[in-house]
């Protein structure tokens, strides 16, 4: 996770998606009612910040990054509290917006081995 690429923050905007009378967004009006919203914004001047009521709908956050070009990034923030509501925000504050990439991909070379390719019977000694 980068807070930043090159001097320039990646997280451009972030929607706030919730519903002013479920009980899915509960968690989300207490995050708004705390002031948690009105401080992440005021300690995050370069993310454009908006909140929008939609009844009838589970919450959720959006996020929108500066390389990226397709949908925003969705986090569903169904029946969480205020606190994993603000872990949450921050966790998609501190991403970089990249796709994650696989560990454990496999490496191919154009090239053969000098030293020969390891087998079980690679270090056994004469018998």
Request: proline share 4%; glycine share 8%.
């Amino acid at each position: 996770t980068n807070l930043m690429e090159r001097g320039v923050w990646q997280l451009k905007h972030v929607v706030l998606r919730f519903c002013s009378v479920s009980g899915s967004s509960k968690g989300v009006r207490e995050f708004i009612d705390k002031g948690l919203w009105q401080e992440f914004i005021s300690k995050n001047p370069q993310i454009e910040c908006f909140l929008q009521i939609q009844k009838g709908h589970h919450p959720s956050l959006d996020g929108k990054y500066a390389r990226q070009t397709k949908e925003p990034y969705t986090i569903p923030l169904r029946n969480k509290n205020s606190e994993e509501v603000d872990m949450l925000l921050a966790y998609l504050r501190n991403r970089s917006g990249k796709k994650n990439r696989s560990v454990h991909e496999k490496l191919n070379s154009k090239r053969t081995t000098v030293q020969g390719y390891w087998n079980a019977f690679t270090n056994i000694g004469p018998l």
